[in-house]
């Protein structure tokens, strides 16, 4: 709990740490002296419900409302250690002021969500659903949320639509007379001070410069080609009468059929709706951002180079004719990929790793080397950051999502055909596979696009570090989804990692070879790649 401490000066009400009561201090707003005396008030203002399916989407509305100072409260992060996951969530319901009903076709029919809506209308906290896909409602759904206004996220970007909803919740925050925390800072002057929920007006960053010189350069450049266009129309223009002779001659030239034709009334709509249909194409076009993508276009998010990967089916795992197949491939079975999505060029790097989370845990060192030594929980960590910064939602590749673009196209062990060489891949050349050759055994990390990519440009989808998948690991592929998602159900403890490793012989570098481990464990074989959802 913490303490509702208002300041004499400015009548503004904060919210304080319990640590920090009876501690002389400055209001951050107005500057007067304050005490820290007041009324507990519980620490989390938001809670985010959610099926874990729609984990991406949570944390970005988490993000959003803490970037604005709101305490929110989401499982699995703040379940305390030990504590049942029942007991937690209904107190941190009863305690929260506000519930974010995160909307899709997995909360629709999620009994716990189910009962996380039934615990907040009984404690009275305002519920916001907010919908991330046009799914109608359950029966028990309908039931308490049919009377309230909806927010809809159906169009991309979410991040917009995100923004959105952090406008409202901060709305009603303040209407219900509650101002969001601001965590201490390390550079304060008065290490006794309480720290102002509300912090002061943010100065102009250097973003907006440089949007102001993009939007000067932009009108700058539109003002020189209507300019050329005026000439060039003003030239057209006194050409225009000897022009109109010259058609006119020729007109006179053609069969009188053929002239009747070419005025005719009919010629004349069609043309018309054509034109008018390829404008309003183009404008459709532009508003919406249709766009067809191909296979391999590339474009960078945040300092990361991603590749498209268009949607499709494929024949997911090995038939049983692939030698070398393991038993945990069973059965070749299709899989629908209906939307394309971002995959990363390349294993994420060292550098990238450190500018988002300022860590080096791997054990081979190298800015342009696969991280490694990153445990499954370690990249959502990651991840969780790389959304926090608001550039797109970010996640791990499912499984199928995975051997789609690791295969692009191809139906044989690899990529490249049906062996590859050490010169195509970094993976212990020990060993052979079918009718392959040994070759070097580096014992390490080689930097991420040493080796020429698959047919859809990415690079290292064999070998050099096995990749996190979100998929929970099952021994056989009995019962997977068939759409593409990750399999959520847990059949035990471990995730899937895929693509094999350095160290590993080229059996467990196959498009189809899979291996589970752990969601704690660390070692200089594991590394990932993220997606970028459209």
């Given amino acids: 709990m913490a303490l509702a401490v208002t300041c004499g000066g400015c009548?503004?009400?904060?919210?304080?740490?319990?640590?920090?009561?009876?501690?002389?201090?400055?209001?951050?707003?107005?500057?007067?002296?304050?005490?820290?005396?007041?009324d507990h008030v519980p620490d989390h203002d938001v809670f985010i419900s959610h099926s874990h399916h729609d984990q991406a989407a949570a944390h970005a509305i988490g993000n959003a409302?803490?970037?604005?100072?709101?305490?929110?409260?989401?499982?699995?992060?703040?379940?305390?250690?030990?504590?049942?996951?029942s007991a937690a969530i209904t107190g941190a319901i009863s305690e929260c002021q506000m519930m974010v009903l995160v909307f899709s076709s997995h909360s629709n029919h999620s009994g716990e969500v189910l009962r996380e809506v039934t615990c907040a209308v009984d404690n009275g906290v305002v519920i916001i659903p907010f919908r991330i896909e046009d799914v109608e409602m359950s029966k028990d759904m309908k039931y308490f949320l049919a009377p309230l206004h909806w927010l809809d996220a159906l169009t991309p970007p979410l991040a917009q639509h995100v923004a959105k909803l952090a406008q409202r919740v901060e709305s009603l925050l303040l209407e219900k007379g509650r101002v969001p925390a601001k965590e201490p800072s390390s550079g304060a002057e008065?290490?006794?001070?309480?720290?102002?929920?509300?912090?002061?007006?943010?100065?102009?960053?250097?973003?907006?410069?440089?949007?102001?010189l993009a939007a000067a350069r932009f009108l700058l450049s539109m003002v020189c080609l209507l300019g050329h266009c005026a000439r060039t129309l003003l030239a057209a223009a006194r050409s225009l009468p000897a022009m109109v002779r010259s058609f006119g001659n020729r007109v006179r030239t053609l069969p009188s059929a053929a002239r009747s034709l070419f005025f005719s009334p009919r010629v004349r709509t069609g043309f018309i709706l054509?034109?008018?249909?390829l404008v309003l194409l183009g404008t459709a076009s532009y508003v919406f951002g249709w766009s067809a993508r191909h296979a391999g276009e590339e474009s960078i998010f945040d300092e990361i180079r991603m590749v498209w990967i268009p949607p499709g089916e494929f024949m997911m795992s090995s038939p049983e004719s692939e030698p070398e197949r393991d038993g945990?491939?069973?059965?070749?079975?299709?899989?629908?990929?209906?939307?394309?999505?971002?995959?990363?060029?390349?294993?994420?790097?060292?550098?990238?790793?450190?500018?988002?989370?300022?860590?080096?845990?791997?054990?081979?060192?190298?800015?342009?080397?696969?991280?490694e030594c990153v445990s499954w929980d370690d990249c959502h960590e990651f991840?969780?950051?790389?959304?926090?910064?608001?550039?797109?939602?970010?996640?791990?590749?499912?499984?199928?999502?995975?051997?789609?673009?690791?295969?692009?196209?191809?139906?044989?062990?690899?990529?490249?055909?049906?062996?590859?060489s050490p010169e195509q891949a970094n993976y212990n050349g020990d060993g052979t596979y079918w009718n392959g050759r040994e070759g070097v055994y580096r014992q390490q990390t080689t930097p991420v696009g040493s080796f020429r990519p698959n047919a859809w440009g990415l690079y290292d989808m064999h070998g050099n570090v096995c990749e996190w998948c979100q998929d929970w690991w099952h021994d056989t592929y009995q019962g997977a989804p068939e759409d593409g998602s990750a399999w959520e159900s847990p059949a035990g403890e471990r995730r899937v990692l895929r693509g094999g490793s350095w160290d590993d012989t080229l059996r467990n570098c196959r498009s189809a070879a899979r291996e589970p481990d752990t969601p704690g464990s660390r070692h200089g074989a594991l590394g990932f790649r993220v997606v970028r959802t459209p």
């Fill in 11 to 38: 009548g503004r009400t904060f919210r304080v740490k319990e640590e920090y009561r009876g501690r002389h201090g400055k209001c951050q707003v107005c500057g007067a002296d304050m005490v820290a005396e007041g």
């Fill in 65 to 85: 409302l803490e970037s604005r100072q709101i305490r929110c409260w989401m499982a699995p992060r703040d379940v305390p250690p030990g504590a049942t996951w």
């Fill in 190 to 212: 008065d290490a006794a001070s309480p720290h102002a929920e509300e912090a002061p007006p943010p100065r102009p960053s250097g973003n907006y410069i440089k949007a102001f």
């Fill in 274 to 277: 054509t034109v008018v249909f």
């Fill in 328 to 371: 945990n491939e069973r059965p070749l079975h299709r899989v629908a990929i209906s939307r394309g999505f971002w995959l990363g060029k390349y294993e994420v790097t060292q550098a990238q790793w450190q500018a988002v989370m300022a860590g080096a845990p791997s054990k081979f060192k190298g800015d342009t080397l696969p991280v």
């Fill in 383 to 420: 991840i969780w950051r790389l959304n926090a910064k608001g550039e797109g939602l970010f996640r791990l590749p499912t499984e199928a999502e995975w051997e789609y673009a690791c295969r692009a196209g191809t139906t044989t062990p690899f990529a490249f055909g049906e062996t590859i």
